[in-house]
């Protein structure tokens, strides 16, 4: 859900900004990637029950390190995230826009806007993401994916950049029903899941990607947050993105997230290698009732 941001930067690396910036790196969060280890208290936690809670959150970015001769001196910028209740289904609706400093005195501006309806049973994805650079719009993909059934294959039909038809290999998911799926498993006691996940972030099918859970903890007092919408103990969840066809090299990126069981994360971190990036929140509230 979150992965889109560590997208964009990595399509700004291959453009003209970041030639010299090379390495495997493309894309992260699990939503991050989206994110996940239980010990001792997991039966404790297993009942913990995951209830989305619609909501509206707006976060700021930070660059946390910088690799030393990685050509960045500073990122900064902010994203809104929607995760709203459309009934049959979940709508959510992405916004970002990243200011890059360079070593060499430019700048780079990269934006998104990522919209999406996802439905409930997973089985369904619609999706609408533009990213711009520099004030200039550089890619616009549009999709409708299917799955037979639950676990089964599918496929995605583009209708930009262009009309092409790819295969979705059976196990493949959403990323809402990925991310809510990861949130079950952190409440049942999971230490480790590894998914096929398809994001329509690219003209390509889905990619491997591995959470490690942590145990869930308490969180400080939060200026941000008040009822219903927290602070709750969140899961810390460490999410690793591989390229489709390899599940045991190098991630390509990894993501860090906080999560809470009504859906709301607290804050993350995306992992480059030659600079980590990390959102706090700093505005959120509920969305109203959409009498469902």
């Excluded at 919209?115 to 533009?130: Q, S």
Aim: aromatic fraction near 8%.
């Amino acid at each position: 859900m979150f992965r889109d941001v560590s997208h964009d930067l990595q399509s700004c690396w291959r453009s003209q900004a970041f030639d010299r910036v090379t390495g495997g790196d493309r894309q992260a969060l699990a939503a991050i990637a989206v994110a996940v280890v239980f010990y001792a208290d997991a039966p404790a936690r297993a009942l913990t029950p995951v209830e989305i809670i619609p909501h509206k959150a707006a976060y700021l970015f930070e660059m946390v390190s910088s690799e030393p001769g990685g050509g960045i001196e500073n990122v900064t910028g902010g994203m809104t995230f929607e995760w709203a209740d459309a009934c049959d289904g979940w709508a959510l609706d992405q916004h970002y826009l990243l200011r890059i400093s360079n070593s060499d005195g430019s700048q780079t501006d990269v934006s998104t806007s990522n919209v999406t309806w996802e439905a409930k049973d997973g089985l369904r994805y619609r999706f609408n993401i533009k990213r711009g650079r520099d004030g200039d719009l550089v890619e616009d993909l549009r999709g409708d994916a299917r799955l037979d059934a639950k676990g089964e294959s599918g496929a995605v039909e583009f209708s930009k950049p262009k009309v092409q038809k790819l295969a979705l290999p059976a196990g493949t998911k959403f990323p809402t029903d990925f991310m809510i799926g990861q949130m079950r498993a952190a409440a049942s006691g999971s230490r480790m899941e590894r998914d096929l996940v398809f994001e329509g972030s690219a003209i390509e099918g889905p990619q491997t990607v591995t959470t490690t859970i942590l145990p869930s903890r308490a969180v400080n007092k939060s200026e941000v947050l008040s009822p219903p919408l927290g602070p709750n103990d969140v899961w810390p969840m460490y999410v690793a993105y591989f390229p489709a066809e390899i599940t045991d090299g190098q991630a390509e990126t990894e993501l860090s997230i906080d999560v809470q069981a009504n859906g709301i994360v607290t804050g993350f971190v995306v992992d480059y290698g030659v600079f980590k990036l990390r959102a706090n929140l700093v505005k959120i509230a509920t969305l109203p009732e959409t009498g469902c």
